[in-house]
């Protein structure tokens, strides 16, 4: 089966930067997402990343170490908007798509 | 505009009365999986599909049925439902397996007492 996890909650300052980590045991891995997901709302998606390294988008940045199985998202200038549920997902090569519990980011001015 | 859409958002509904929640995307989407996401819990996978009439178990497939009888669609069905069964559902779908992002419906809340 597979395994995802990230922490439960951060706690972090407007303006400053937050790194969420997430670490999983997978077979037949085939990419690595993270998605933002506001209260009440749909997950929505932020970055992807299936080989080794950094992929920047913005604001925001994501790491993959395929041997290692770990991952990080990484967040900048952060704004009170960004207060939300950031949740790490691995798909497999048979198509089965896994989710962590997510990681609740408060910002707090 | 690219979306996916599910029916009905809201249900209230009793322990054993069949249900149907309706997935439709109009991106020409191969993949498609249905996500249940309970209070302090990630997305759960109930089942996928990788195109017409290729569907699979996901995570947590107990008391749920699906069918992909056409590329658009992709109904979750309850056929009889249970009170643990209460949970927000959510639909995605994606261009392929694999490496593309998932598109999410708005969500379907059901309440099963």
């Known amino acids: 089966g597979q395994n995802i996890d990230q922490p439960t909650e951060m706690t972090a300052t407007e303006g400053a930067i937050v790194q969420i980590n997430c670490t999983y045991q997978t077979s037949g891995f085939n990419g690595l997402f993270w998605y933002q997901q506001h209260a009440g709302e749909a997950p929505t998606f932020l970055s992807y990343n299936v080989l080794d390294g950094l992929e920047e988008k913005g604001r925001f940045s994501s790491f993959l170490s395929r041997s290692k199985g770990y991952s990080y998202l990484l967040l900048k200038e952060l704004q009170m908007k960004d207060s939300a549920s950031y949740l790490c997902?691995?798909?497999?090569?048979?198509?089965?798509?896994?989710f962590g519990d997510g990681t609740t980011l408060t910002v707090k001015p | 505009e690219a979306q996916v859409t599910q029916n009905p958002r809201y249900l209230i509904t009793v322990t054993g009365k069949k249900l149907t929640v309706t997935c439709s995307q109009n991106?020409?989407?191969?993949?498609m999986s249905w996500y249940r996401q309970d209070p302090g819990l990630g997305l759960r996978q109930i089942y996928y599909s990788m195109n017409v009439e290729v569907t699979d178990k996901g995570d947590v497939p107990e008391g749920y049925k699906v069918s992909r009888k056409e590329k658009r669609n992709f109904p979750l069905i309850l056929e009889s439902p249970s009170p643990n069964q209460t949970s927000l559902y959510f639909c995605?779908?994606?261009?392929?397996?694999?490496?593309?992002?998932?598109?999410f419906g708005p969500g379907t809340r059901l309440t099963v007492t």
């Open positions: 997902a691995v798909n497999t090569n048979a198509g089965k798509s896994t």
């Open positions: 995605a779908s994606s261009l392929s397996k694999g490496g593309y992002e998932q598109y």
């Open positions: 991106m020409n989407h191969e993949y």
